[in-house]
């Protein structure tokens, strides 16, 4: 069993900058990859960033990329998302997930985490 537990969440306008951080804990040699997802209102659970934790292999949806980048405190058993340049698109629920993955160049689905956290909003505003 893993538990996750995110933070970080708030409003922000448009070019600001939040950074939210995913603490997780119990069987923590399980998973290999955390990622973070996002769910806007009335629209699919989609993934932004994972990390694999063995080799610290980062990707991100293309939506993203260049503006937000996720890292690890191995001390900590923290994961990091730090979003820049923020846009009203950019407005959801933030979920952090992990799982024990094959190795893939991608974030992958929902249907492959497990473990979730309960989500932190964030608001963009224009």
């Known amino acids: 069993q893993v538990l996750l537990e995110e933070s970080g969440g708030g409003s922000v306008q448009a070019g600001g900058s939040l950074r939210l951080s995913c603490i997780f804990s119990?069987?923590?040699?399980?998973?290999?990859?955390i990622s973070w997802f996002r769910q806007a209102p009335g629209k699919e659970r989609v993934g932004v960033a994972a990390?694999?934790?063995?080799?610290?292999?980062?990707f991100y949806h293309t939506s993203v990329k260049g503006r937000f980048l996720i890292s690890r405190d191995k001390g900590k058993n923290t994961v990091s998302l730090q979003m820049n340049s923020l846009k009203p698109e950019d407005t959801a629920m933030y979920y952090c997930?992990?799982?024990?993955?094959?190795?893939?160049?991608?974030?992958?689905?929902?249907?492959?985490?497990?473990?979730w956290g309960q989500g932190t909003q964030v608001t963009v505003s224009s």
């Open positions: 997930a992990a799982a024990q993955r094959y190795y893939s160049a991608d974030v992958g689905g929902p249907s492959e985490y497990p473990y």
């Open positions: 990390i694999y934790l063995g080799g610290g292999s980062t």
């Open positions: 119990g069987d923590t040699d399980s998973p290999n990859c």
